[in-house]
């Protein structure tokens, strides 16, 4: 809490460093090791094999960094990471970009190129045909575009290509101990970020300015993170306005960012109010926070994903804020790991039991168009005995 001696501290800090007080909370963090990969890897054989699945293409994006610790631009050129169920890794990459991929590929040796004049997928097919699968079943990772798998599926007849959700999202959803502690710290991180940001609130601000300076925050702790902002009226839409608002007093402030560790994401959102709050203001968030609760404490292994979202729609709706999505407008939370949002889904009609090692946001919210909107998120993991946040949560609402 800081209050009107909060301002003028705040006032003063801006003089000086707002800042000052951050450290690097990553010096000590520990990259991925090649056995992080390779067990990743092995997991996605063994759920290809129960699935009589021969080969899993991967395109640039989450699921190759989460394979192959590669990051690789998306562009129309393909740029691929073959893992079969039985052999070794290979790639298709732009004949002139091989040196560039030499130097990011860390699993394997085979590398096929095409020349730009030539269809890659053709590149595929060939090596569908020297691993003996040319009428196989190739598993497609979801992020890859679908002109690349249409022409997978033109130059590969014969060859059955299915979604690989099943493989890609079995991986990926159920969380290590060591990518739970990235996901854990990158929380902490953005709390410390929004905590010390929030202290530069002054009137007349820009949710820009705000914006900023919980980015530079951010970067004192150590990760590069952003906020989307939104003060007063703005913040009754979920993802803000165009709309510019600037700060005055008694506005509602609600800040929704995150950042990485090695790779893992945050994901938080802070409600709190410049000057004093209006009793509704604080009725409001008080209904937020305690669906909050009721959704982590609904969240335990084999209850279904939509459970999850339905206790904290009960508390909402119960408290006079409804009927159903009137003005909790979205789903309970998403997954969340290498991707802000990422499978599975905590919202009705998902019937997904839960497992230890998943990951959610769960950021119920109410908003109220032409006056204000209040949302409370943090991650939750699950495990043996239920879930749990990564942090405490914002205990009150808090006032700057």
Known sequence: MAGAAGLASASQDRQKDPFSTLKNLTGGVHKMTEEVYTARQEKAR?????????????????????FGAIRWGMSERMFAMLIPARGDIAYVCPKFEEGRGRERIQFGSDIRTWEEDRDP?????EFLKDRKIP???VAVDPEVREFVVDSLRKACAGTSFVNGDSITQGCRMIKTKKELGCMALAGEITQKAFEAAFRTLREGMSAAELSRNIAAAHTRLGAGG????????????????SMEHSLKPGDVVLADGGCRVEGFQSDVTRTVVFGK?????R?????????????????RPGVPCEAVDAAARKVIVDAGYGPDYKYFTHR???????????????????????????????????YIVGEF??????????????AHFFRNTAPSLETY
Do not use: C
């Open 283 to 299: 009725q409001v968030w008080e209904i937020v926070k305690r669906a909050q609760d009721a959704a982590l404490a609904a969240a």
């Open 373 to 386: 909107g209040v949302r409370t998120e943090d991650v939750i993991y699950i495990a043996e005995d239920g």
């Open 46 to 66: 063994r759920l290809m094999i129960e699935r009589k699945v021969d080969l899993l293409y991967v395109g640039p994006g989450s699921s190759m960094e989460y």
């Open 121 to 125: 997928a053709l590149v595929v097919k």
């Open 226 to 241: 952003y906020a989307a902002v939104s003060f007063g009226p703005n913040a009754a839409f979920p993802h803000g306005s």
């Open 332 to 366: 309970l939370g998403h997954g969340i790991g290498l991707d802000g949002h990422e499978y599975p889904y905590l919202v009705r009609g998902n019937k997904l039991p839960l497992q230890p090692g998943m990951t959610f946001s769960d950021e119920p919210g109410i």
């Open 277 to 281: 709050p209006s009793d509704k203001i």
């Open 135 to 137: 009428t196989g079943t």
